[in-house]
């Protein structure tokens, strides 16, 4: 039986959720529809798609899309299918289509921004209602696509916000991720890593500000880590940034987390300034910023010491160490996470190795901390199959909220303000229904670029 938008509003409490919204499977459909079918999602980033006829797939919700570099220089985002029998037009990954698709099944040919070129014997469809110039019978494009500084999103909803608008307060983020290249611009390099998590989505978006798991849930590996630092006679970067996890409480309660409209924030700490001189990889990206910026613009650029943002339903980027963990839906209780990893251009060699270096330690399949928390959001999602309670509490620090000109602020870094400003989003998009954009991913010009 579907839900109403009163019984789904209900399962939302200023300070606690309904266990459902993580394991009820009806939920997760209606989920793809009036969040992933209405929100801006982040697609990729123009760099994986330099040249014309270059692709690179993925999904957006519960569907597959792909992200094409047209003859005109443009970016177009294709739903991945072909309009004859249905088929994926290209396999999952990335490649170069050359001047145009082919469909392998019936060689149906498509231009590539998605417009139908061609079938063969075209004369066994004369007299039918085959025609070439009928959308219907083309690759369909996403109804609005939109490039901010080189990150591509695209909406399956004809109208809603602008990009800009949409991104709000965290644009600063992506801005601060692209101003530590001297050039301004970014690239992926380096591969991507993927990883499958027995848990649902939305338990991620909760973790990535939960300063309070830090201490408990990575205490294993924040101990080892200093137990290897001990042994050896120093702490070398890649055990310190294991060991930031082990932190006392007083330090995360001086974080400050920030919360904007569509459930998006960020969290930042307190830059040292003096660490820009002790690290000779540090020093060198400060004077390539002096050099392009001027001294007092690098030192607000590399002065911006963001953990960790929320762009809500597309993942996090992570200014200091170039990277986006973007966050995919799969199913109820399946969520699959890319770790892209940036290259600032012009940056100093060994700022784009310190990148991988924390890729690999804290990000990677093989990492002793990623699984510490995989583990823990399985636990979740078990747990809350049992009927051991049906509401997951984020009562720490509710009611103390500041709101300012632009979002609101937590009173301390350990309030659970993001988790809560995440279910208000999700409680907006899910009242509002699918009439209000939900399933209209249909027409338009889906372009950026």
């Given amino acids: 039986m579907p839900y109403t938008d009163e019984q789904l509003a209900a399962l939302v409490r200023g300070d606690s959720v309904h266990r459902d919204l993580y394991t009820d499977p009806a939920i997760f459909d209606l989920e793809m529809q009036r969040i992933y079918g209405r929100a801006w999602i982040y697609v990729g980033h123009e760099s994986q798609v330099p040249k014309t006829g270059d692709y690179h797939t993925t999904r957006l919700g519960d569907q597959d899309v792909l992200m094409v570099r047209a003859a005109d220089g443009r ?50 469809l004369e007299g039918t209602s085959y025609d070439p110039a009928d959308p219907s019978f083309s690759m369909r494009r996403l109804p609005r696509v939109e490039s901010y500084r080189g990150f591509v999103f695209a909406s399956q909803a004809a109208e809603g916000q602008a990009l800009v608008d949409f991104l709000g307060g965290v644009r600063s983020s992506i801005d601060n991720l692209c101003d530590r290249s001297p050039v301004g611009e970014v690239e992926v390099a380096g591969g991507v890593f993927r990883v499958m998590q027995r848990s649902n989505w939305k338990v991620f978006y909760e973790n990535l500000h939960d300063t309070m798991h830090a201490r408990v849930t990575h205490e294993s590996s924040y101990a080892a880590a200093r137990d290897e630092a001990k042994e050896i006679g120093e702490m070398p970067l890649e055990l310190h940034i294991m060991d930031g996890n082990g932190e006392p409480y007083e330090f995360w309660e001086k974080l400050e987390l920030r919360a904007y409209d569509n459930g998006h924030g960020y969290m930042e700490g307190i830059f040292n300034p003096g660490a820009a001189e002790r690290d000779p990889v540090s020093r060198a990206h400060f004077e390539s910023l002096t050099a392009a910026y001027g001294e007092q613009r690098a030192r607000e650029i590399l002065g911006m010491n963001r953990h960790n943002t929320v762009i809500y339903g597309s993942g996090s980027p992570h200014t200091v160490f170039q990277q986006f963990r973007v966050i995919r839906p799969v199913a109820v209780d399946r969520t699959l996470i890319e770790i892209q990893t940036f290259r600032c251009k012009g940056a100093p060699e060994g700022v784009f190795k310190r990148a991988m270096l924390y890729a690999n330690v804290i990000n990677s399949p093989s990492s002793n901390v990623m699984p510490d928390d995989i583990e823990l959001y399985n636990r979740c999602q078990e747990g809350n199959a049992t009927r051991g309670g049906d509401w997951v509490s984020m009562h720490r620090y509710h009611g103390t909220d500041r709101v300012d000109a632009d979002g609101m ?36 010009d889906g372009a950026c670029c």
């Fill in 409 to 444: 602020v937590s009173v301390n870094g350990t309030s659970e303000l993001p988790m809560r400003n995440q279910f208000r989003a999700w409680k907006a998009y899910m009242e509002a229904g699918a009439g209000n954009g939900a399933a209209a991913a249909a027409k338009g």
């Fill in 75 to 124: 970016v177009h985002v294709l739903y991945n299918r072909c309009p004859h029998k249905g088929a994926k037009v290209v396999a999952d990954g990335e490649g170069c289509a050359g001047k145009f698709f082919r469909c392998p099944y019936h060689a149906w040919t498509f231009k590539l921004d998605g417009s139908h070129l061609g079938v063969p014997l075209k004369q066994g």
